[in-house]
């Protein structure tokens, strides 16, 4: 991907290859793999009395190093592993960047089982299609760049033990933020990404997926149409009459991507799909100030608010901290909510934790996780581990729902990144390159997705 017509084309198979997943045939519960210790789901938590709202914000395709390797008192790194058994130092880089492969075939060669030191094998591409990529994974980007996001990290709390659940790109990464897992049955689980450019049920009839199985052979195109029946946050969400809602770039564009509940069928074929799923992403604005931002959201950027990497993508630090400001400024809202802001993959960009292998989907390659609430420890490193199944059964905890019964199970909550004994913190601004204007009353550029 080094010239311009390469680097569309992988944006394009990135994002129609990341953002969905599932099965026709729906699946149980996800069985825990060697090294699982599986803990009772729901718990008694102390956070329903404080925490009315959570904002699941979901940005796109960076490790832990690659944002945070020289963040103090965490776990971060500016040298790396090469497979021939040399080291190269991190380039500090800026946030613009060409993409890389992070499929399932990707993380193999850089986990390496377990050694790290894979990355200067793989090639440019979201798939691996292009050019071999070098020691261009290594790198991290200037804190300037992101400077909003240390900003909230020296505010309120950056987890650096957060693994994504599954060792893949961003299909089944949104997935696993919805679901936990994407097992269509006890030895089968979803993999990389659909065939086609629409990741859901509105995909072409032909659409197929890949899949892993439970003996880790790899099987390419031999997966369901990505139209699932498998149960999400969603069922338990409503089961306990708790409102949510899912704010989405128009479909026309990026959305119809990085649409997780697109992919499931009872959300796509039911009265849901209007009421409960909104676009354009932007309408968080409106439900924030009009004081109807319901008890669960999850907020899927524009892709030049995302993070990820392609050309012209540098609004993602300045979105999240003007629905972090607009939330802040209203005080009553602020004082009863929780926002989360997690990475759905890692990109493919170095990073050198191995991740535990749990069960035979993963855990993948450490992603970066911020918690930002008036009830959060202020500038806490938090090296719990953690996983996409955390955000979940925190959710699950807050208001004491029936669990999934997939990685919110095994996974560990998030008590540890709250103080609920303390008085809540007054809102403090947080700078941003772009005002919250620029992202509320501008057309946003939705940039239509290339199905050629």
């Known amino acids: 991907m080094v010239h311009r017509n390469l680097l569309t084309a992988a944006i394009v198979a990135v994002l129609s290859l990341a953002a969905c997943s599932g099965g026709g045939s729906g699946g149980g519960s996800l069985p825990a793999g060697p090294g699982a210790k599986p803990t009772a789901s729901p718990t008694t938590s102390p956070a329903p009395q404080y925490i009315k709202h959570v904002v699941i914000m979901i940005q796109e395709n960076r490790s832990f190093d690659n944002f945070f390797a020289t963040y103090p008192g965490a776990d971060g790194t500016t040298t790396g592993k090469t497979h021939d058994g040399g080291t190269v130092p991190l380039k500090e880089v800026g946030l613009i960047s060409f993409d890389i492969d992070h499929t399932w075939q990707g993380f193999q060669t850089e986990y390496d089982g377990g050694k790290m030191d894979g990355f200067d094998e793989i090639h440019l591409g979201a798939w691996g299609g292009g050019p071999p990529a070098g020691v261009y994974a290594y790198q991290y980007v200037k804190p300037a760049d992101i400077q909003p996001y240390w900003t909230m990290a020296q505010q309120y709390v950056l987890a650096d033990h957060m693994f994504e659940t599954q060792s893949s790109g961003s299909f089944v990464g949104h997935q696993d933020l919805i679901a936990g897992a994407t097992a269509i049955n006890s030895t089968q689980s979803i993999v990389n990404y659909p065939d086609s450019s629409i990741w859901g049920c509105d995909a072409p009839k032909a659409t197929v997926t890949s899949l892993i199985t439970?003996?880790?052979?790899?099987?390419?195109?031999?997966?369901?149409?990505?139209?699932?029946?498998?149960?999400?946050?969603?069922?338990?969400?409503?089961?306990g009459a708790v409102s949510w809602r899912y704010y989405v770039p128009p479909f026309a564009t990026f959305g119809r991507l990085w649409s997780a509940f697109d992919a499931i069928d009872a959300v796509r074929h039911g009265p849901e799909w209007t009421t409960n799923i909104s676009s354009p992403e932007t309408n968080v604005f409106k439900d924030i100030s009009n004081g109807t931002l319901p008890a669960v959201s999850w907020l899927i950027p524009d892709f030049p608010n995302s993070d990820h990497p392609g050309r012209a993508v540098t609004g993602g630090p300045s979105w999240v901290a003007s629905v972090v400001n607009a939330i802040g400024k209203n005080a009553k809202l602020w004082n009863s909510t929780a926002i989360i802001v997690v990475w759905d993959d890692w990109g493919g960009f170095y990073d050198h934790v191995a991740p535990p292998q749990l069960d035979y989907q993963g855990l993948g390659i450490r992603v970066p996780m911020l918690v930002i609430s008036p009830y959060a420890k202020k500038g806490y490193v938090s090296h719990t581990q953690y996983e996409f199944g955390s955000i979940l059964k925190f959710v699950e905890n807050n208001w004491q729902l029936q669990p999934i019964g997939t990685t919110d199970v095994r996974a560990n909550g998030l008590d540890d990144v709250f103080d609920f004994t303390q008085h809540p913190r007054s809102f403090q601004p947080i700078p941003a390159a772009f005002p919250q204007s620029y992202f509320e009353h501008r057309r946003p550029s939705y940039e239509p997705v290339d199905t050629e």
Request: charged residues 25%; proline residues 12%.
């Open 214 to 239: 439970s003996s880790h052979e790899f099987l390419p195109g031999k997966g369901p149409f990505p139209c699932f029946t498998y149960r999400t946050l969603r069922d338990s969400l409503d089961a």
